[in-house]
C-alpha cells in the first residue's frame, strides 16, 4: 500500500497484556464489528509490556496517521507518545507535522479506563468499535511534560492525554508498574501499593509557578496536572478539567493529618474534591514544580507510567491531536 494511501486507514495497537491477559478476546468482538461496518484497517499486537510506543512510531514512519489503542490508560498513552516521538522527529527535520495531523481512538479493555470516562467512549467493545464506524472527531489538548535536571535543561519528556501526578500516587504508580513487570496482576494491586506508599511516605516539600505566579510554596501529600478529570480507576483529582480549553488543571493537596485525609477522600469521587479549604488549584498553560533541593527527588507519573525523579515541566501544546469520541 502506498503511503498516502495509509493515511486514511486506521492502525490499531492490541496491548496482549490489557485486561489481565484476556485483550485479545475482547478484540475479537471490536473487530468483527469494525469489519461489518466496512472500517479498513490494520494493526499488530505488542510482543513485549512497553513496545505498543515503538509499534506506533513505525506505523506513523509508514504513513499511518488514524491510530486504534486496544488497551487500558497506558495504551493511550504509549501511542501517544509514538505519534510524539514521530513528531518531535518530523520538526527536527523541518517537514512540518504536528499532533493535528493525526487521530486518536480506542477500545478501552484495560484494568484502567478514565481517558475515555471524560471523552466519551463506552467501555463495551461492540459500542466503542460502532462509535470508530461513524467517525465523529473532536480534539483535545496535548501536554508536554519534561523532567529537568538543576540548570533547568529537559532530561527526559513525556506527552500527556491525561493526567499526571507528583507525589503519593506518582509513588502508587511507581510500586504498582514494579509489581507489573514482575509479573502479577490485579486492582488489588493499586490497594496494597497506596497503602504501602501511606505507610512509607515521607513529607516532601516544592514550589509551583502557574505561567510565571507562584501558587504553592511549601510541603505537600500530592500533586494532580490534568487536561482529563478521572484517574485512578474513577478518582477526579482535576474534576473541572476541560479536554480542549487549552489549560492544564492543577490541584494540590498540602501536607496534612492523615486522619483528615481520611476523612475528606470520598470527595475524590463525587466530584466536590474543590470544595475542601487547604487544597490549592489553578489553570495555566505552563507550570513548574520545583522540589526543594536537599530533599531526595520525587518520581514524576504521566498518564501512570513513571518518568522521571527531579522538577517538573507541564506545557501546553499549541497543536491539538484528533479523538474519536
Known amino acids: 500500500m502506498e503511503t498516502d494511501n495509509r493515511k486514511n486507514v486506521w492502525f490499531a495497537v492490541l496491548n496482549v497484556y490489557a485486561a489481565t491477559q484476556h485483550a485479545s478476546e475482547y ?22 509490556s512497553g513496545n505498543a510506543m515503538e509499534i506506533t512510531f513505525d506505523a506513523c514512519m509508514a504513513g499511518y496517521r488514524r491510530f486504534i489503542a486496544v488497551g487500558g490508560d497506558g495504551t493511550v498513552h504509549d501511542l501517544l507518545n509514538g505519534i510524539g516521538a514521530y513528531v518531535d522527529r518530523a520538526r527536527d527535520n523541518g517537514t512540518g507535522l504536528d499532533f493535528s495531523d493525526f487521530t486518536l481512538a480506542v ?67 511507581e510500586r504498582v508498574n514494579k509489581l507489573k513487570r ?93 470544595r475542601i479549604p487547604e487544597v490549592v488549584s489553578a489553570k495555566c498553560r505552563s507550570v513548574t514544580v520545583c522540589p526543594c533541593q536537599s530533599e531526595e527527588l520525587e518520581p514524576v507519573e504521566v498518564d501512570g507510567e513513571v518518568i522521571g525523579r527531579g522538577a517538573a515541566r507541564f506545557d501546553v501544546l499549541d497543536s491539538q491531536i484528533n479523538i474519536v469520541c
Open 27 to 48: 478484540w475479537e468482538k471490536a473487530e468483527f464489528k469494525l469489519r461489518q461496518e466496512g472500517v479498513e484497517f490494520h494493526g499488530n499486537r505488542t510482543g513485549r
Open 107 to 173: 477500545i478501552p479493555v484495560g484494568s484502567g479506563n478514565d481517558w475515555v470516562k471524560s471523552v466519551g467512549v463506552p467501555k463495551d467493545v461492540t459500542e466503542a468499535a460502532a462509535i470508530i464506524a461513524r467517525g465523529k472527531l473532536s480534539r483535545q489538548d496535548v501536554v508536554r511534560v519534561s523532567v529537568l535536571d538543576d540548570s533547568d535543561r529537559e532530561i527526559s519528556r513525556s506527552y500527556m492525554a491525561n493526567i499526571g501526578g507528583i507525589g503519593i500516587d506518582a509513588r502508587v504508580c
Open 182 to 274: 514482575q509479573g502479577k496482576r490485579g486492582r488489588i494491586l493499586y490497594v496494597t501499593s497506596l497503602l504501602h506508599a501511606i505507610r512509607h511516605r515521607k513529607p516532601k516539600s516544592a514550589k509551583v509557578v502557574c505561567d510565571g505566579t507562584t501558587v504553592f510554596d511549601g510541603a505537600y501529600f500530592s500533586m494532580a496536572f490534568g487536561v482529563g478529570k478521572y484517574s485512578g480507576g474513577g478518582m477526579r483529582q482535576t474534576p473541572e478539567a476541560v479536554l480542549d480549553d487549552g489549560l492544564v488543571d492543577i490541584t494540590i493537596i498540602p501536607e496534612l493529618p492523615l486522619g483528615r485525609i481520611a476523612r475528606e477522600v470520598f470527595r475524590l469521587f463525587n466530584g466536590t474534591f474543590l
